[in-house]
Structures are given as C-alpha cells and as structure tokens.
C-alpha cells in the first residue's frame, strides 16, 4: 500500500524545497508558467516565474534559487485588487494562515492570473477525486454517479460497514478511481474513498462473506491501488490553448550537489507571509455578550469598545 | 480598508458550479436532535440540498467529510429553504424545499453509529404542493393566530400569495398593482404580510382582510370588478421606501424592540409595526444581505449587513458596532450555535462557499506597496534614455519627423468649371419668378506625387451658392496616382452671392520614415464659378438709381464680343450695351460709351452691380492682356459712392439691432412664461385648490407670444444672412472703386479688403459692424494718421473691453468715410513696419490689459487744419508694416479666405510679436464701442488711472481724454451732437472727394 508517497503537493505550503520537491510528481502535470511575476509579499523587488500545475502554484525567484510553494485546498483568490493587478491568495496550512500577494510586473500584460483562476477552479470542483466523502450525494437510482474518466471496474454486493453496532448492509463499487459503499437501505449513507486516500489515517470497517470473496476484492483494490499509484488521476483538467514547455526545461538548473544537507530547522521563511502579522494562529473563538457573536478571543487588557475606538 | 477580519471556523466549498442566492440557506435544528445546536441548510439552484454540522476540530484529521451530514440531488432547482413546524400533530421541526412549481416537507431523521462516520441521515418527504403558479419566495408563521404549526405563505412570480395550512391548500390572493415581485415577510405581532411592491413602497396586509378578500384564480378578476362575497384587497398600510428592496425581515427579540426592518439597495429602514418610521440609515456601500441576530441592548436591535465589498458589519440600530472582511461576498448571512461555538456568523456566497466564522480582533496593516512606485533599474533606464537620445539626434539631423520644408508639394490639385451649364440642372431650386436655375459641373483632379493618407476634400461656396456634395473622402493614394472628383455648384437663394469664387481644401497626412501616421497637411485651391450661374441675358434699362462710370486709356470695346454668352439675346447689336438680370430679379446693365473710353454700370441697386463690375474689370484685363497691351489702365474718377454704401451697412445693422431685441423679448416672454408655470404648479399641488384666475389663458397667450417671437426671429435671421451677403458684395464693390479711384496696388488693395471685410460670418457676439469699425480705426490711428505722436500712442492703446454690437453706425460711418477721405488726399496703405516708430518706454508700460481709452472723436476734429501733404510725408517716412502683419494673421484666422502671395511671402519672417499685437489691438479698437452706459464703474476708473499716468506725455492728449470721459458719462446728449457733425462732416468730404 505504500506505493503512492502521501500527497503534500495540493494541501502543504512549503519553503524553500529542494528541486527535487519541485518536479512534477506522476498525475501533476504543468498547466500554465508566467513570467515576471513578483513575489510582493516575500520577496518585494525579485522577478520570479510563477508555474502553475494541476495541484499547486510554485513560485521561485531568477535571481535567487529560493523556492516557494503553495497549494491548492482551501484558498481563496481575488485578482485585480486595488491599485495593482495582483493576485490574492488566502491559505490555511495546520491552522496557520498564509498569504501571498503575486504582481505581474508587466503593467497591463493581458495575461494576468486568468489560468491560476481557472486552474484553482478546476481543483475546486473536483474534489471527489481527492477527497473522502461522507453521506454525499453518489448513488442515482442504485447506481453510482460516475466522475469524468471514471470507470466501474466492479460492483460487490453484501458489504458490511462495521460503524455501527448492527452494521449496515450495503454495496461496493470499485473504479479506477475510488471505492464508494453505500446502504442499500438508505442511499444517504454512503462513503466515497479515493486511493489517494488510502494510506492510513482514517479507518473504516468493512466486512464481506464468505472470506473468498473478502480476499478477491481486497486482490483486485490492491492491483487497482497500484495501477493508479504509477498514473494517478487528480481530476483537474484544464486546457492551455497554448501549451507551455515542459517544467524540466524551466527548472533553474542547480549544480548537482554531492551531499543533500538535510535541513536540522525549519526555515523561519514561511514567516513573511503570515497573513495576520506575526501571528502564527488565532486565539480560540469566544462567544461575545457585547456583540451576540463569536469573536476571536481578546488579548488581556482590551476592550472589544476599546478596539473598535482605536480603529474608528 | 477593513482592519479586522473574519477567522474561519469551519468553511467549506459547496458543489462543482452550483449558484446560490439569498433563500438558499438556513439553520435550525433540523434533525431535531433535541440538543439545541444548529444544522446548516444549504440548497442549491442546482437542486442540491446539503446539510452540515460544521465541527472544527475535526477538520484538522482530513475528516471535513464528517461535517457533511447529509447530500441529496433533487429534481428541481431549490430557491429556498425554511425549518419550522410544518406538519400538524406534530412539535418536530420540519423542512420546507421551495421549487419553483412545487413545494416540499421533508423531515430528517438521523440514526447515530458507533463511529462518526457511521451516522447516517435519512430524509423523507412528508407531503408535498404542486404549484400551479411559478413560486418567487415564501415566508411562514402562525398565520392567523393558530398556535403550535407554522403555515406556509408563496408569493407566486405574477403576485399571487398561496396559502398552505400544512398538507392543505387554503387559498389564493392576487396582490393589487402588482408588476414584479418583493421580498416577503410575515409579521406575527400584528398578523400581516410584508412585501415591496414596484410602486417601491412597503405594503402591509393583514391575513384577515387576505382572507375575506375576493377569491381571484386570474389576474384579470382582481383587477376587474370585484365578485359578489369579496371585499377588493387593500393593503392595511404604505410606506414609501423610494427604492427596491433586497429583504424584509420581522425579528421578535422582545416587546420593547419590536420592530420591521427593510433593506433596501441603497438604505436601511427600521419601521413600528404600525407601519411609522423609526429610523432610516444611509448606506455607503452596495449592501447584499442582512440579517437582525439579537437585541443585546434593550429597546435595540443588532444586525449584520454584508456587502459587495466583501465586508461584514455588525450594527447596533444605525451605530456600526463591528466590522470584519469576509473572502467573498455573501448572498446570505445567519447566526447558529454550535455545540463547539456559540454566536457564530454563517455566510454563503454565489458560487458555493459556505463559512462559519467568527470576528478577528486582530488588526491588520498590511497593504501592498505599488508596483511602480518602485526603486528604478538605473542602469536600464540609462540605456533607455541613450537610446532615445540617439533617435532624436538622428530624426533632428535628417528632419524626417518634420516634412521637408523645401520639399516639392506633395500633391496637386486643379479644378476645372466645365464651360457650359449642366443640360440638366441639378439645383434645388428649380426655378426663381420664372427664371430657371442652372448649375454648372466643377471637376477637381487631385495628384499626388507622394504616397498620402487619410486623405479629405472639402468644398467651400460662397452663400446663398450650394454644392451637391462639399465632402470628399479619398482613399489612400500612391506616388503618381490621381483622383477625380466631380460635384455641381448651383444658387440656392433668393439673392446673388458675394463672391462667384468657390475654397478647395484637401487635408492629408504625409508619412515619413520616422513619423508612419503620418504629419497633417493641408492643400487650398480656388475655382471661379460663371456669372452665367446667377444672371441671365436681358434687355437694357434706361432709368436706374445708381450708376457708376470706369474710364480706360484703351478704345471702346465690343461689350458682346466681351460676353459671348450673355450677347446671344441682346437685341443691341453694336456692342455697346449689355444687360444682367440676375435670378432673384434685380437688373444690371453696362454701356459702353461710343466716343469715350468709359463706361458705365448702372442698376437699381448697389450691391448688386458688384458681380458685373468684377467680371467686367476682369475680362477687360484678360482682354487686354491677350491683345497684347502692356499699359491698359481702368480708373474711377468719383466720388465714392458713400451713401449708397451706407444704405447697406445701416440695412445689416438695423437687422442686427431687430435680432438683438428678439432675443431680448424671447427672454423676457420665456421668463414670465416660467413665472405662469410656477403659479399654476403651486395651485394644482395644493390640496385645497384655489381659482385658477385666467392663469391658464395667460400662460395660453404668452406661449402664443414665445412662438410668433420665435418665428419672427428666425425670419430675421434669413434676413440678416441675405442683408451680411449684401453688405459684402457693396463692401466688395467699394473696395474695389477705391482701388480703381486711388489705383491702388494689390497689396493696398489686400489691406483695404482685409479691413473692411474682417468677418467671413458674423455672430450675434461679433458682427461685422464692430470688426470694421476697429479695423478701420487702427489704420486711421496707425498708418494713415495725422502725425508720429499719435502713431506712437496709437501703439500703446491697446487692451480694453470686448468688441460689441454699437448703438449706432454713425461712428462707423464717420470712420469709413475719414479712411475714403484719408486714402483721396494721398494717404498710403502700406506695408512698411512702425518698427522704425519709438515707443517712449513709459507709454509701452501702458500698453498692458486693461489699457488706455482710445482717441476716437478726436480724429475728425481739426482734420482739416491738418496739411494732407505733410501727412503723407510722414507716413512715408514711418510707414507701417504692423498693420500688413496683422491683416495677414486675420486673414489666417479667417480660414484663410484669401491667401494673398504678399501675406504668405511676409508671413515666413515674422516674429511672435505681430500676433501679440492683433489682439492687443483687437481689444483696444473695440474701446471706441465700449463708451456706452453699460460701462462699470470700475472700468470707468482704470482708464482715469491710465490717463492721468499719461498726462506727462501730451497735454492735448489728456484735453481730448477728458473729453472723451465727460462723453462716457453723457452718452445721451452725445448722440445727438455727433449726429449733426457727423452730416457736417459728411458734406465736407463730398466736396473734397469731388475736388480731389
């Protein structure tokens, strides 16, 4: 089951990475690739090149071999912000929330970020290639709802789900993709597993009789596991009407290093993009009688009045 | 900039493209769980219908997936969704799924597993409506005072409410006056419904007048006369709101804050449930939803306001409380308890993001730098900079940018007159008392000898001549290439023309290497229409009014054989008369003298010999010329014909003066027309409307007033057009007896034209009467003035009021007639500049705005004592080339109406200065109009200042000042006395011109 390595590229944000970190792993594939692209957050006055692939935004200056990388779950973007086109990136990486700020240094360049939008769109909606689902909407009619490129490779019935004290009957449809059980009972209830997923961290219980047949489904996850381990399907299809090169081509070639140090620290660079100050999180969230709402809860010594007052 | 923002609890990213709007979501307890923490409800246009339990600790496990309770696809797109107690017999809370042609009551039940993700959820429909209108929105409550379920009200997209008592239907009420529909609320503290009608006000009805009111299955019978058993529906209160609104909602947080709440796309309202205001809040922003949460204050209420600036602000009735940035803009907003976090702030937004969050006290400052506002690459700049230079040195060494000035002209242009009429004439007019209208074919040849673009040919006839098409757009031409365009000259009023001469101008752009779109340029040519085109052949007058008589050195000529197409018809074979009856009637004839060289133009009126008297000069030159004859010479013994002239002149201005009261009068009727409207508006607004008292048959009769005013106006204006075009052909015709009286050379002809025909149109604000009179004047007090002080001072009197309409033309009149008299006793028109002329440097001094009153009256005044020959010697000796340069910059200003070589050769040398001193001189000639009782105080004052700074300078001149003060202030009396001198003086020169 180890043959996929945990996916970081598309829900880790991370600095400085080693340019083995910045090739293209199977599946990812680079979309888009834009040149003078300043880093205005972190690195103000340094032309990069922002690269975009179907999982994650990479930014990294000429100049310098410095590396930034960002990814794809749970971001916000605005473009064409205030007085610059720039783009906007909220992100929240281990409850840390980051921000990043990219300008095209070309004013008025007709190719802003309209393929990261795009791109991040894409990702957005695709989710059920990479996500697990819980009692979502998948079965119409006893039948799955089939993703684009998705193919059932084998329908199970009998399947136990041991989340509950009884269990729950129910039926496996196994695709290139992903596993999805559901009740027979109650289409509602339902489980979608991509294998992007399966690597541990969130058990599920399933049971199948008699244990032949337990066997030969577990054979035929397995192999279908491996096949989309060597060539995973991550769902975000975009089209460039223009293809760029290949990233190989674009990677800043670095001299190969005889020793790989391995960092000791973490590098404070991540540090500069907080999006908040220095504030690395937030204080827990309080409910307020001032206000009858939820407020983030206030350092010793303010005023919700007081605070309001400075600012007002 | 908002400082504080609002931190994610719990987010998540609903569907792939859904859209979401403002019924979408809601919270509540759905699954009646028992617990009281909130479900997020969230339905999709899509027809996705979602319910979470957002849990924030979980997510950090990857199990986001958990929060999802429950994802249904339904059939239909779900344009809102309530919780409340919708089935009878029962306290559960229900949903209620609006389509848009059904609703429906699901109830969610959930069953707990021994692992979160063993919960399972199960949704089941209760009853549901089919709808037989399309639903807009809904709104529920215990309609009717019934206690323990909730009924459910729809407002249908053609303004029907429906009412639905749980799996029943109740009944259905058209709302009256209905277009498009509001937001809808039910108000339980009073039993009514709330909505926003087109007419942009808010409505109350009470269920009870609903529910008795006549039962209307269609439209057409609430509109109509209503049935026999229903009252007609009225609503049970208006509020005019002036605008659209977004929502309404009916919060009962207490007694004491009991209140209606509208917002609207541009305000908040805040309402008694009576239906009386009790606050209004402009709003700077483009709100998107609100929400009223809680009253935390007794006798207040809180509410969240989203806007379309991503802003979320929290109010405490019209005071901002709080405000956080959301990453979007919310269509939605709702406050749920969790079990987790109480108070939190639920938003949604179109595309589907869905946030719980709660409000950031951090601030923050951050905020990008400019991208330009950057530290420059210098060293790219520096090269930048190097380049440029380089190619302006280049482009200033081969003068590519600029055309080449010695360069040959890039383009030729000869038009031809066809020599006969056209056989069919293409005249608008067609015929004129019987006379028909010919038209003549001018065909124009454009040659370019170098490559053009963006090419324009224009047209320009003379008035009341037309053409058949004055714009030409050629296409871009190549070296060599020609063009012809051909188009038909005709007269087109009841009038002759002043000039048969007709303007060609092409604009182009020449492209250099340097310079691809190319440097503007501009190609005039000139075309002599026919005679033919205006006059016809016609038999010889005896008896007219005016004659005027040319002597030659050269024997008589053949006057038929002179004008070939006129002689066809004349009975008078000898050749020795000839006669033009022009269309619009008027009859000129010419005789030739069979024993003297002289011959004699005579007509009934002066302007229009002018035409024939130009023509006859011309072709007797041309005549001349061919036979061969070096020294023909045509002269005009005198006298000028002055008052003929005057005729003219008094004629315009008499127009002018007629134009200028019309005005007057239009002004005054439209003021009093306007007073009317005023009355009659404040009487009908009155609620007690009070006697009209004839109002209306007054404002009847000024509008009569306004509009004979009007067409007489406009009548006069025609009149004054034709009487502008007659004055120029008499002023032509003067001109050109001067020049033959005194021979003048071209370049004094030029200049005398140039004054006495300043305006190629005149304008209300600047008519010709005014021009000329400043012309005039300057060349009296420059060149052919009395003596080199009054040259000099002429100089510095310059600045002063505006040029305007005068009272009277008698001081034009006098000056016209002084300039005759001046250029009869030898004064010289000439080009020489007053350079020579030393201006004392106090007097340039003056010669800043605001200036010096001019010496006007004074000009006649001992004009005789003054020995003419000695004036001629001194301007002879100081002649003035100023004035030459001035009339040259004129004539440039007046579309360069007549480019004469001299001006073009001058224009190549001269400095700045001349064009200072046009309008320098502009604004002092126009002094001499300016003493009228109009002038300010103020005005009178500053030439008092001036004067007395002068008075160093010449003691005569300070005597002719004061005098000229002292008439300022009594114009009246003036007038009168000028008048009489002037006909004294008028006799004077008579007898002068008829002994010079």
């Known amino acids: 089951m180890a043959a996929l390595d945990t996916l970081w590229e598309d829900r880790d944000v991370r600095f400085d990475i080693t340019a083995q970190q910045m090739k293209t792993r199977p599946g990812e594939v680079l979309i888009d690739c834009l040149d003078s692209i300043e880093d205005t957050k972190g690195n103000n006055g340094d032309r990069g090149r922002l690269l975009v692939t179907n999982l994650r935004i990479i930014w990294h200056s000429l100049a310098l071999p410095r590396v930034n990388l960002c990814e794809y779950n749970l971001i916000y973007l605005n473009s064409g912000h205030g007085h610059t086109e720039a783009l906007y990136i909220l992100t929240k990486s281990n409850n840390t929330r980051f921000e990043f700020i990219f300008t095209n240094l070309v004013i008025g360049s007709p190719r802003l970020f309209t393929s990261v939008i795009a791109v991040h769109r894409a990702y957005e909606t695709s989710k059920m290639y990479r996500d697990l689902k819980l009692r979502a909407a998948l079965i119409q009619n006893k039948q799955l709802r089939l993703l684009p490129r998705e193919q059932v490779y084998d329908k199970i019935n009998g399947v136990w789900n041991l989340s509950s004290d009884q269990g729950n009957l129910g039926t496996f449809f196994i695709t290139n993709v992903r596993i999805v059980w559901h009740a027979n009972m109650n289409e509602s209830f339902n489980v979608s597993i991509p294998y992007l997923q399966i690597s541990g961290g969130y058990v599920l219980g399933f049971k199948i009789d008699p244990v032949e047949k337990l066997q030969d489904a577990l054979k035929e996850i397995n192999s279908l596991h491996k096949v989309y381990s060597a060539n995973p399907i991550f769902g975000v299809d975009y089209e460039m009407e223009e293809k760029p090169q290949p990233l190989e081509e674009l990677t800043v070639e670095q001299p190969p290093d005889d ?22 999180q937030d204080r827990e969230a309080v409910f307020s009688d001032e206000l009858g709402l939820a407020i983030e809860r206030l350092k010793d010594g303010f005023t919700l009045q007081g605070l309001w007052e400075v600012v007002g | 900039m908002s400082l504080f923002k609002a931190r994610d609890w719990w987010s998540g990213a609903l569907g792939e493209g859904e859209e979401f709007d403002q019924g979408c979501l809601c919270v509540g307890d759905v699954d009646n769980s028992g617990t009281g923490h909130d479900k997020i409800v969230v339905g999709s246009y899509m027809g996705m219908l979602r319910i979470f339990c957002p849990n924030a600790n979980k997510q950090s496990e990857g199990g986001s997936a958990d929060a999802q309770l429950l994802e249904v696809q339904l059939q239909n797109a779900i344009i809102q969704v309530e919780v409340g107690k919708f089935v009878s017999c029962s306290e559960l809370l229900h949903l209620a799924v609006l389509h848009p042609r059904k609703l429906s009551v699901y109830s969610v039940t959930g069953t707990a597993g021994n692992v979160e993700h063993g919960d399972q959820y199960q949704l089941k429909l209760i009853y549901e409506h089919n709808l037989q209108r399309t639903a807009c929105n809904m709104t529920y409550g215990t309609f009717g005072g019934a206690t323990g379920h909730h009924s459910l009200c729809i407002q249908s997209m053609d303004g029907m409410l429906m009412f639905f008592e749980q799996d029943s239907y109740s009944f259905g009420r058209f709302l009256p006056g209905f277009l498009l529909p509001g937001p809808l609320a039910y108000n339980s503290r009073t039993d009514s419904f709330l909505t926003v009608s087109s007419a942009r006000q808010l409505e109350s009805y009470k269920y009870e007048t609903l529910a008795v009111a006549t039962e209307a299955e269609t439209r057409q019978d609430s509109d109509l006369t209503p049935k026999t058993g229903g009252k007609r529906l009225t609503p ?3 509020f005019v709101l002036g605008e659209q609104a977004l ?79 959301l990453p979007f803009v919310p269509v939605a907003v709702r406050v749920a308890n969790f079990p987790e976090l109480k108070g939190a702030v639920v938003s949604l937004s179109s595309d589907g993001h869905l946030l719980s969050s709660y409000m950031g006290t951090d601030p923050s400052f951050f905020s990008t730098p400019k991208v330009d506002a950057r530290e420059a690459d210098y060293e790219q700049v520096d090269a930048e900079m190097k380049k440029l230079q380089k190619l302006i040195r280049e482009a200033t060494r081969t003068q590519d940018i600029l055309p080449k000035s010695d360069a040959l002209e890039d383009l030729s242009v000869k038009a031809i007159v066809f020599p006969s009429l056209d056989a069919s004439s293409q005249a608008l007019i067609q015929d004129m008392d019987g006379l028909p209208v010919p038209s003549v074919t001018v065909q124009v040849k454009v040659k370019a000898s170098s490559v053009l673009q963006s090419a324009k040919l224009s047209i320009c006839v ?69 005679l033919a085109l205006v006059c016809v052949p016609s038999s010889p007058a005896k008896s007219t009014k005016f004659k005027i008589t040319v002597d030659t050195n050269q024997p008589p000529v053949d006057l038929s054989a002179l004008f070939r197409e006129f002689s066809a018809k004349t009975e008078d074979k000898d050749g020795n008369s000839l006669a033009f009856q022009f269309l619009s009637g008027a009859k000129v004839t010419v005789l030739a003298s069979k024993t003297s060289q002289r011959y004699r133009i005579q007509g009934d009126s002066f302007e229009d010999m002018w035409l024939v008297v130009k023509e006859l000069v011309q072709r007797f030159d041309q005549h001349f010329s061919k036979l061969g004859i070096k020294d023909f010479k045509k002269s005009f013994s005198g006298p000028i014909p002055l008052q003929e002239y005057f005729l003219s002149v008094d004629n315009h201005f008499q127009l002018r003066v007629n134009a200028q009261q019309y005005q007057d009068l239009l002004s005054e009727r439209a003021v009093q027309f306007r007073a009317i409207q005023r009355r009659l508006l404040t009487r009908f607004k009155d609620k007690t409307p009070a006697p009209l008292q004839s109002l209306d048959t007054l404002l009847d009769a000024t509008y009569n007033q306004v509009i004979t005013l009007a067409e007489a106006a406009e009548e006069n204006r025609a009149l004054l057009e034709q009487a502008f075009v007659r004055l120029r052909s008499s002023t032509h015709l003067l001109v050109l007896l001067l020049s033959l009286w005194q021979g003048l050379t071209h370049d004094q002809t030029a200049i005398l034209e140039a004054t006495l025909l300043p305006l190629l149109q005149d304008t209300p604000q600047l008519g010709w009467e005014e021009s000329c009179d400043a012309a005039v004047s300057h060349l009296l007090r420059s060149c052919l003035s009395r003596s080199p002080k009054d040259q000099a001072t002429s100089l510095a009197q310059i600045g002063g009021s505006v040029l305007s309409l005068p009272q009277d033309t008698t001081r034009l009149k006098k000056h016209i007639a002084l300039l005759c008299d001046r250029l009869g006793k030898g004064g010289r028109l000439t080009l020489a500049s007053e350079a020579n002329v030393q201006i004392p440097a106090q007097i340039q001094n003056l010669a800043a705005p605001g200036g010096v009153e001019p010496i006007a009256e004074d000009l006649g005044d001992g004009e005789e004592v003054e020995n003419p020959q000695e004036m001629t010697k001194f301007i002879k000796k100081k002649p003035s080339r100023k004035v030459k340069k001035e009339k040259d910059s004129k004539e440039k200003k007046d579309v360069s109406r007549e480019p004469s070589e001299a001006s073009v050769k001058e224009e190549a040398g001269v400095p700045e200065e001349p064009i200072k001193e046009v309008k320098k001189e502009k604004k002092e000639s126009s002094k001499d109009k300016k003493e009228s009782k109009k002038d300010s105080s103020k005005e009178a004052k500053e030439p008092k200042d001036e004067a007395k700074k002068k008075e160093s300078s010449s003691s005569k001149e300070k005597k002719e000042k004061k005098e000229k003060e002292k008439e300022g202030k009594e114009s009246g009396d003036r007038k009168v006395s000028r008048k009489s001198s002037v006909k004294v003086k008028d006799k004077k020169k008579e007898t002068e011109a008829a002994e010079g």
Not at chain 2, 296 to 312: A, E, I, R, S
Not at chain 2, 470 to 491: H, I, N, R, Y
Not at chain 2, 515 to 530: E, T, Y
């Open chain 1, 259 to 280: 020793v790989e140090i391995e960092p000791d620290e973490q590098t404070d660079a991540f540090t500069a993009y907080f999006a908040d100050g220095n504030k690395q």
């Open chain 2, 462 to 530: 003379q008035p009341p001549l037309a053409v058949t098409q004055d714009q030409f757009v050629l296409e871009p031409m190549g070296v060599g290439s020609t063009k012809e365009v051909s188009f038909s000259a005709f007269l087109n009023g009841h009038y002759p023309p002043a000039d048969l001469t007709g303007d060609i101008v092409v604009s182009y752009s020449s492209p250099t290497e340097l310079n691809p779109k190319g440097v503007p340029r501009v190609l005039q040519s000139r075309f002599n229409l026919p």
């Open chain 2, 247 to 325: 929502d309404i909602s009916v919060p009962s947080f207490s007694h004491s804050s009991s209140s209606i709440l509208v917002l609207g796309e541009r305000n908040l309202f805040c309402l008694r449930d009576n239906g009386q205001i009790r606050f209004m809040k402009k709003l700077e922003f483009n709100p998107s939803c609100f929400l009223p949460y809680a009253s935390v204050k007794d006798g207040t209420t809180n509410l969240l306001l989203g806007n379309h600036n991503n802003m979320l602000l929290v109010y405490q009735d019209v005071t901002l409380q709080w405000a956080a940035q």
């Open chain 2, 236 to 238: 049970d209160w208006t």
